[in-house]
């Protein structure tokens, strides 16, 4: 309660422009006290207009008041500072790692918000205006920064509301229609939504990769637990202990890896959740690309058994093995050989052998989303910003920016792609199944299990399959290979230039005829080739 009291005597002793005890207290004619220091220093700044208003209710004053001081209220702050009434705590007060509010005089308390649209910061006092104020409602407001003068252009001193891809920088609207005038230019909300989507890709990427990994952590600690705990002889101690210091060592290495990728997927959603948007752009090119990952599938848990049962089920097969082995190692081998050289034409080595099974890929115009425009006889896809004027069809992709091949693909089948490596273009199969109509998983390439795609940027390459990305290590290249072996189940991408390098290559089972497709982002284009 007494607490309380106190709490009321300081505002109500307190300057509202310093938010200090009054100092040489004076009332303005509508009431409201102020330091007789903090009121000159206010309506100094006003004196151009010619006019001058209390700070609080506005109130306006022509000419400047003559403002003497109030004796009874000085009064009764020097009572109140015997009684144990104190200025407000330090920790009010912006230290050199707090973010000052840019409105208060003399010692600067803490910023409370930052406004984009005034490009200042507030205490939670001096805040109230935007509170209640309704023009200032609209105003943006966002955690203290320091950084809001990035915000302006240099050249215009206009704040920085757009964004130009070309040039990858952020722009005020002046730039935009002189400068940049024929760069692709889009808001720089819009920008902070593609960049929030990418980071929302790079973290499934980061919190796959830490399930795998503490996956193997878990094994290597079965293996290790399984290890210490068998009862073996005493001639393989020393090979034990080697067993479980590798484990160990191994063990350590992946958990170390857990911590750098949670802490890189903390870095990712700190970044993904800044309200500035022009802070996201310029800090977004600044993030490290992703390592390969150290999941290996080849980690096994290599259970030791009890080996006086085992060697005694050995001497007892140990003579049957020698005789079947002996009897059939020449057919083994002469099989072994037959299956290696059908497996090495199993699929084609040279150009010549992939041009064999080319396949002349078109687009179907009722599968095109409307933002895609169709050309060079339906072969090219452009992705604009303005909407083609496409006929109603259900077979057509609504939200998604898709299309589908015409052709259905069985068989071995080749084709390659050209695609503009500065944008962002998936190189996709999928069923004729998949859905078309939304925004779910279920009607985009690569989130589920109808369809497959290598996801080409200028960055590198990443494979999804059912929502599950795997990255990809190859030099970026302008045109990709695409060969489907769908009776065999095999699906492979290649970096197709000079030479042709194999970037991804997936063994499954096709229930159904496949059709190629491509998915791209404003800008991108794609073109499926003519091999000759």
Not at 88 to 116: F, Q
């Amino acid at each position: 309660m007494e607490q309380q009291e106190n709490q009321l005597d300081r505002e109500r002793f307190c300057c509202s422009i310093c938010l200090d005890l009054l100092k040489d207290p004076v009332t303005t004619g509508c009431g409201h006290s102020y330091c007789l220091s903090c009121i000159n220093t206010y309506w100094d700044k006003e004196e151009e207009r010619g006019s001058y208003n209390c700070p609080q209710c506005r109130q306006t004053f022509t000419p400047r008041p003559v403002l003497e001081k109030n004796t009874m209220l000085a009064d009764l702050v020097e009572e109140r500072k015997k009684t144990g009434l104190a200025a407000p705590a330090d920790h009010c007060y912006a230290g050199p790692e707090d973010v000052a509010c840019d409105v208060c005089p003399g010692r600067k308390r803490k910023s409370l918000k930052s406004c984009l649209n005034c490009l200042a910061s507030y205490c939670e006092k001096h805040l109230q205006h935007h509170l209640q104020s309704a023009a200032l409602k609209k105003h943006k407001l966002v955690e203290p920064s320091e950084k809001l003068q990035e915000n302006i252009c240099s050249r215009h001193d206009e704040v920085m509301k757009m964004f130009c891809r070309t040039d990858q920088q952020c722009i005020c609207y002046i730039c935009s229609v002189e400068d940049h005038k024929d760069h692709d230019t889009v808001s720089a909300a819009a920008e902070r939504t593609e960049r929030q989507r990418e980071l929302g890709l790079r973290r499934q990427t980061i919190q796959q990769r830490v399930q795998d990994t503490e996956k193997d952590v878990k094994l290597l600690q079965q293996e290790e637990e399984a290890k210490r705990s068998s009862d073996v002889e005493q001639q393989i101690r020393s090979q034990q202990e080697t067993e479980v210091s590798r484990v160990r060592e191994l063990q350590e290495r992946q958990e170390q890896a857990i911590t750098e990728l949670k802490r890189k997927d903390h870095e990712l959603k700190q970044l993904s959740d800044t309200e500035d948007h022009n802070q996201l752009l310029h800090n977004y090119p600044s993030l490290s690309p992703l390592s390969e990952s150290s999941h290996s599938s080849s980690i096994r848990i290599r259970l030791l058994r009890d080996f006086e049962d085992v060697t005694a089920a050995v001497s007892q097969v140990r003579g049957r093995l020698q005789d079947i082995l002996s009897g059939t190692e020449t057919q083994i081998l002469q099989i072994a050989s037959q299956v290696d050289v059908l497996l090495r034409q199993h699929e084609p080595e040279t150009r010549a052998d992939f041009l064999q099974y080319s396949q002349e890929i078109t687009m179907d115009p009722n599968t095109v989303h409307r933002g895609l425009l169709l050309s060079e006889g339906n072969r090219k896809v452009t992705c604009l910003r303005v909407d083609q004027s496409y006929s109603y069809n259900t077979n057509r992709f609504t939200y998604w920016h898709q299309v589908l091949s015409r052709e259905s693909l069985t068989g071995r089948c080749y084709w390659e792609v050209e695609v503009e490596v500065v944008e962002k273009v998936c190189v996709a199969v999928t069923y004729k199944n998949i859905s078309r109509a939304g925004e779910s998983d279920e009607c985009a390439f690569g989130y589920n299990d109808k369809s497959w795609f290598l996801y080409c940027n200028v960055d590198g390459y990443e494979f999804c399959y059912n929502n599950i990305w795997t990255p990809v290590s190859g030099l970026v290249s302008s045109r990709v290979g695409v060969y489907l072996d769908h009776r065999a189940g095999v699906l492979s991408f290649y970096t197709v230039s000079d030479t042709r390098t194999l970037l991804h290559r997936v063994q499954t089972t096709f229930t159904q005829p496949l059709y190629a497709g491509v998915r791209l982002f404003y800008g991108a284009e794609a073109e499926f080739c003519k091999l000759k």
